[in-house]
């Protein structure tokens, strides 16, 4: 299916390496960059990078083997730590600020005016770095003139980790963990100089969770709109190529920013988790850093590389496969459309029958009350492709949940879009919610999932505008599902299957409620694609390749630590569910900067059936950074709780330096719950 990443060692250019660079900012607050330059290449457009997971050791070998790749390709790469983080001076207080733009549009500033630049600047990025590309883009400093932004969305609301269709999500406490493991630790010494600890005590100070902002902020407000591009497309106006992965959180957005952009823009769309195409879990992998060489030789050298004369969307149109844990590959094909939208595709209405029939005539009604063990099944939200991240068989599940089928496919059927569940229901209580799954039934039974979307139905008329449903009234909803490329095999079924409770993904609703169904007025429509001739002549990508690194050593685990894996236990005396997420295991030795870090993470989710109070997550992190002068080490666990009206969130930090605590802080705050 894919092949193996190459280590590139010929290129044009020789490279001049600086471990670091300042970026003045007109406060005075200095950012820290890692910097390479062609040699003996004049004056180059430069590629940025910016993001707050630490150049210094954090990212160190990923971005050795992509910007030295670019830089060596003619291109300056400039990997910039956001203020407060890695070795840049000032605090960090949340994610995506205002602060975080502006700084950026100064560092495009500063660095379209070096000796070595052309004055043409890109910036390029997964995640946290394609968030603040397009947001960046979107303030249009005249250097930036084009970005290319991976794994990322332009609607930090409703397609971000907090919110899943106006639920709370099982990553808004987990992810806001993460990132407070994160937010304490020291700048280097080598670096930054005698300054380190006057910085590492600013931070933790200021170290403070997450989760609290966004808990204040339950429905789509100006909080959410700021740094939400879709706001207002029409403020990008320079080039963006934007890609995701169907095993990614952020595939959604990519359609969503061809369809609402009107400038220069491609998209693409593989099988991959969250990662760079070049370097995935999930193959086939590509050539992804010469898709960027493309695009920026496009853009930024005026050289006609072919990439505008590509079809505007290249997605990985996937084959069925059964249900497991883990895939480490997607069978299917490339395919392409001129347009986005497309005219080709167009929405089949499959209405919701009687007898669990999905398309065809009939009326009458069913109900469903789920039981909290709905959603064990469900894998991840969407992380990395690895680790047991994937769906499993949804037998399981759709044992708690209505479910329709189509008669058996006399020939494949193939979709591409965002599937949509029209719903005609009423509710028992005022607060309920409804997660909608879209399955490939095999002529076995074996049922994969392919889609999924949820809805807090308090927010059916919209996520900024939440409004309690009345008992017992007839209402209407529309459930976006995730954008998904499939193809439906002749002999197997679709199938549709909703169900009130979707746990750990979202929070559940604080009573067990009961949706009637109005069937035949309730339809799932999917976005069928006809076939296309052209698909198989599009362009083969390039093998995937990348830049030598550092040497790193993954050290041996510790045996006398537990073994942390994502797992399922259920007591079948009490009812209670458990649900175990790793998170941030690592030992990894760089023997260039003489370090060492180590870092665990358990994020756990519990509930008890019959009671959706009961509901909780749990997290405790630990990470050790070992280097010459000090050892030193970050402790945290905190909690995520309910009762009918209030959220509780518990953390508890402590702080150590060779072994002596040098900081403790804890929190117990109760924020009231919002429709939720």
Same mark, same amino acid.
């Given at each position: ?237 320079? *080039? ?82 059964? *249900? ?202 999917? *976005? ?149």
């Amino acid at each position: 299916m894919g092949a193996a990443l190459h280590t590139r060692t010929d290129y044009p250019f020789d490279l001049i390496e600086e471990e670091n660079i300042w970026v003045p900012l007109p406060d005075g607050t200095r950012l820290a960059g890692r910097l390479w330059r062609p040699e003996g290449a004049g004056r180059v457009p430069v590629i940025l990078e910016y993001l707050p997971y630490r150049k210094r050791d954090g990212t160190r070998a990923r971005d050795e083997k992509m910007h030295r790749y670019l830089a060596r390709h003619g291109y300056a790469c400039l990997r910039l730590d956001i203020r407060g983080t890695g070795d840049s001076e000032g605090v960090l207080h949340d994610e995506y600020s205002v602060q975080e733009q502006l700084d950026g549009v100064e560092a495009i500033d500063w660095l379209s005016r070096q000796e070595w630049c052309d004055g043409q600047i890109a910036m390029y990025g997964i995640s946290w770095g394609g968030f603040n590309g397009l947001q960046i883009a979107a303030r249009q400093p005249s250097a930036l003139k084009t970005i290319i932004t991976v794994g990322s969305t332009d609607d930090r609301y409703a397609t971000d980790i907090h919110w899943v269709g106006g639920c709370l999500s099982k990553d808004n406490f987990d992810w806001s963990s993460t990132m407070f493991a994160m937010q304490d630790l020291p700048p280097d010494p080598v670096i930054v100089g005698e300054a380190w600890r006057a910085m590492w005590e600013a931070r933790q100070q200021a170290n403070r969770p997450w989760i609290l902002h966004w808990l204040e902020h339950q429905s789509r407000d100006d909080y959410w709109r700021q740094g939400s591009v879709c706001e207002d497309f029409s403020k990008i106006t320079i *080039p963006v190529y934007a890609v995701s992965g169907w095993a990614d959180n952020y595939s959604e957005a990519v359609p969503r920013l061809l369809a609402g952009l009107s400038g220069p823009r491609r998209g693409l769309i593989g099988p991959w988790a969250h990662s760079f195409p070049h370097s995935v879990t999930v193959e086939p992998a590509i050539g992804w850093l010469q898709e960027v060489l493309r695009w920026c030789d496009h853009w930024l050298k005026g050289r006609d590389t072919g990439i505008m004369k590509e079809p505007m969307l290249r997605a990985w149109m996937q084959d069925h496969v059964p *249900p497991q844990t883990c895939y480490h590959a997607r069978p299917g094909r490339w395919v392409g459309e001129e347009q986005w939208p497309s005219p080709r595709i167009q929405p089949q209405r499959m209405a919701l029958g009687p007898n669990g029939r999905l398309g065809g005539q009939g009326s009458g009604t069913a109900s469903i009350c789920s039981p909290l063990w709905v959603g064990l099944t469900a894998g991840e939200v969407g992380r990395y492709g690895d680790e047991a991240e994937w769906a499993t068989d949804q037998r399981e599940d759709d044992g708690g949940s209505l479910v329709f089928f189509t008669e058996r496919l006399t020939e494949a059927l193939e979709i591409l879009g965002a599937p949509q569940l029209h719903l005609r229901f009423a509710s028992d209580k005022p607060f309920a919610l409804v997660s909608v799954r879209v399955n490939d039934v095999a002529p076995s039974g074996a049922s994969t999932r392919v889609a999924i979307g949820h809805l807090n139905l308090c927010h059916r008329h919209g996520h900024g505008a939440p409004q309690a449903l009345v008992p017992g009234r007839v209402e209407t909803a529309v459930v976006d599902l995730d954008d998904i490329a499939h193809s439906f095999p002749a002999g197997h079924r679709i199938a549709v299957s909703i169900s009130t409770v979707y746990w750990p993904i979202a929070w559940p609703s604080p009573e067990l409620a009961t949706l009637t169904v109005h069937l035949g007025d309730s339809a799932l429509e999917l *976005p069928v694609r006809p076939p296309r001739a052209e698909d198989a002549a599009l362009r083969a990508f390039d093998p995937p390749e990348a830049a030598e690194a550092d040497p790193q050593h993954d050290l041996p685990p510790d045996p006398s630590a537990p073994v942390i894996r994502r797992t399922v236990t259920r007591d079948l005396l009490s009812g209670q569910s458990v649900v175990d997420f790793p998170r941030w295991i690592y030992a990894i030795q760089m023997p260039d900067i003489s370090q060492t870090h180590v870092g665990t993470g358990l994020a756990r989710y519990r509930i008890t059936e019959g009671d959706p109070l009961s509901a909780a997550c749990e997290t405790h992190y630990t990470v050790r950074i070992e280097r010459p002068d000090a050892v030193i080490s970050h402790e945290s666990e905190g909690s995520l709780t309910c009762d009918a009206t209030h959220f509780i969130v518990t953390m508890r930090l402590r702080i150590t330096e060779n072994g002596t605590q040098v900081f403790a802080r804890d929190w117990n705050e109760r924020i009231p719950r919002d429709h939720l």
